[in-house]
T-cell receptor, first 120, second 112 residues
Framework: EAGVTQFPSHSVIEKGQTVTLRCDPI?????LYWYRRVMGKEIKFLLH????????ESGMPNNRFLAERTGGTYSTLKVQPAELEDSGVYFC??????????????????FGPGTRLTVL | AQSVTQLGSHVSVSEGALVLLRCNYS??????LFWYVQYPNQGLQLLLK??????LVKGINGFEAEFKKSETSFHLTKPSAHMSDAAEYFC??????????FGSGTKLNVKP
C-alpha cells in the first residue's frame, strides 16, 4: 500500500513568486493534515481537512496561504506571494479517523516525507 | 493549552551507549503522547505512543518511553545505541481531535 506522497520534494523560489505544494494521502483516508516546520523550530499544525471540508484551519499563518482539497482526494497548499519567512519543510499527514480518544491504528496519522521550500 | 519541550536540539552518544532524549509536556487534559522519528529524506515514522494503559511504553527498534505524570515527562530511552538510530526525534502531544503539538526535535548522532 502506498504511503502519503508529497510533491515536489524540494522547491526553491524567489520572494514574491507563487508555489503550490501537493499532497496525496493514503487511499481511503478522509482526514488530511498540513504541518510546517520552520528551520530549527517545532513542527506546527496548519490545517485539517475532513474529505473536502476544512475542519480546522487555525494554524494557517495568513491569507497568503490557500489550501484546497477538491473532491476529497489530494490536497494543494498554495503560497502567494511567497515571503522569506515561509521557508521550511511542509509536511502532510492523513488518517482514517480523527478522534485521539480512540488510539487505534484507525486514527493514526501517517506522514509524508515533506516538501522543503526555500524562498530567496 | 498543549505544548512540548524537548531539551537538547542535538545529542551525541557512542555506539552501544544509552540513549536518553528528554521530553516534557504541558496539557490541560490527559495527554496522548507520541514519539516520532525522521530519517533523512523520509517522513515522520511513529516510534511509540502513550495510551494510558501502561506508563512504560515499548516501541519499535528497541526504544521505550516512560510516562511520569508528576514530572510531566515522557523521556525516550534505548539501552544500547546503534549507528542506524541516527535520526531526528520528535515528541508530540495530540488533542482529542487529532491535532498534534510537536517539540522542536532532537537530532541524535551516534559515534562509532
Amino acid at each position: 500500500e502506498a504511503g502519503v506522497t508529497q510533491f515536489p520534494s524540494h522547491s526553491v523560489i524567489e520572494k514574491g513568486q507563487t508555489v503550490t505544494l501537493r499532497c496525496d494521502p493514503i487511499s481511503g483516508h478522509d482526514n488530511l493534515y498540513w504541518y510546517r516546520r520552520v528551520m530549527g523550530k517545532e513542527i506546527k499544525f496548519l490545517l485539517h481537512f475532513v474529505k473536502e471540508s476544512k475542519q480546522d484551519e487555525s494554524g494557517m499563518p495568513n491569507n497568503r496561504f490557500l489550501a484546497e482539497r477538491t473532491g476529497g482526494t489530494y490536497s494543494t497548499l498554495k503560497v502567494q506571494p511567497a515571503e522569506l519567512e515561509d521557508s521550511g519543510v511542509y509536511f502532510c499527514a492523513s488518517s482514517q479517523g480523527q478522534l485521539a480518544g480512540l488510539l487505534s491504528s484507525y486514527n493514526e496519522q501517517f506522514f509524508g516525507p515533506g516538501t522543503r521550500l526555500t524562498v530567496l | 493549552a498543549q505544548s512540548v519541550t524537548q531539551l537538547g536540539s542535538h545529542v551525541s552518544v557512542s555506539e552501544g551507549a544509552l540513549v536518553l532524549l528528554r521530553c516534557n509536556y504541558s496539557s490541560s487534559v490527559p495527554p496522548y503522547l507520541f514519539w516520532y522519528v525522521q530519517y533523512p529524506n523520509q517522513g515522520l515514522q511513529l516510534l511509540l505512543k502513550y495510551t494510558s494503559a501502561a506508563t512504560l511504553v515499548k516501541g519499535i527498534n528497541g526504544f521505550e518511553a516512560e510516562f511520569k505524570k508528576s514530572e510531566t515527562s515522557f523521556h525516550l530511552t534505548k539501552p544500547s545505541a546503534h549507528m542506524s538510530d541516527a535520526a531526528e526525534y520528535f515528541c508530540a502531544v495530540r488533542t482529542n481531535f487529532n491535532k498534534f503539538y510537536f517539540g522542536s526535535g532532537t537530532k541524535l548522532n551516534v559515534k562509532p
